[in-house]
């Protein structure tokens, strides 16, 4: 390999999608489509910049559910790029093309459904939902963001997901996560690419 040295804007190398949905003020729902998420144990930690209507949902409420859209769900996503549930629409949103959205749903041809254990509904359209509790913050970039600790309380999964077999596992042959990549939506088309190594640990010894 040769390498070159570069300075790139951002790093994002390649996380999952998630559409978070949240309780606005006034009783209805607002879904923010976000990718800064990574997962350990039953927490999943979001990057979310503290001007966003999801995250003042989020900090208010202190309730959300983390739904992962799949691969073919492009339409979805990009019908919720620029907009925002926030009714004053910060300077560099406005600048970069991005209007108030009242109803998420109808903006992005989705479906609430019915939450089991928090307020804000589920999207039905989305094989993975995670209905989460706030468990604490941390402010990155001066304040600009928010770096918020949730407890995945429950998890729903489509049945085509699940492992045969197993009661509680998920067959990674089946998911097909929506990947966002510099930006660019991407998929796990090509299946594994090699045997791993770690997946020879039971998933169970995984479970807190
Ligand atoms: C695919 C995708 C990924 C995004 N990832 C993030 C992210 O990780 N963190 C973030 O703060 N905003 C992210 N955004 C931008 C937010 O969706 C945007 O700030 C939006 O206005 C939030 O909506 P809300 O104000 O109604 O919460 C992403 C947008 C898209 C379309």
């Known amino acids: 390999m040769t390498h070159s040295t570069i300075n790139p804007a951002v790093l994002y190398w390649g996380t999952p999608v998630v559409l978070v949905t949240t309780v606005n003020p006034d009783g209805s729902s607002n879904i923010g ?49 620029y907009t925002t549930g926030t009714e004053i629409i910060p300077e560099y949103k406005i600048a970069r093309g991005y209007r108030y959205e009242k109803d998420k749903w109808t903006a992005a041809q989705l479906t609430p459904q019915g939450s089991e254990k928090v307020a804000p509904p589920r999207v039905q359209n ?10 604490g913050t941390y402010e990155m970039l001066g304040g600009a963001v928010q770096v918020i600790e949730v407890e995945v309380l429950q998890t729903h999964v489509d049945n085509t997901l699940r492992l045969e077999g197993y009661a509680n596992r998920v067959d990674p042959d089946a998911w097909r996560p929506m990947i966002m990549s510099f930006q660019h939506l991407y ?22």
Not at 126 to 135: D, G
């Open 33 to 81: 489509p976000m990718s800064s998420a990574f997962w350990i144990g039953n927490r999943c930690i979001l990057g979310l910049g503290t001007s966003s209507q999801t995250t003042q949902n989020l900090l208010r409420t202190k309730e959300c559910v983390l739904n992962l859209p799949s691969d073919d769900m492009g339409d979805a996503v990009n019908n919720l790029a």
């Open 187 to 208: 998929g796990l088309r090509h299946g594994e690419v090699v045997r791993s190594e770690l997946a020879r640990i039971d998933e169970e010894q995984l479970r807190v």
């Open 126 to 135: 989305c094989p993975v939902q995670m209905e989460a509790a706030y468990r």
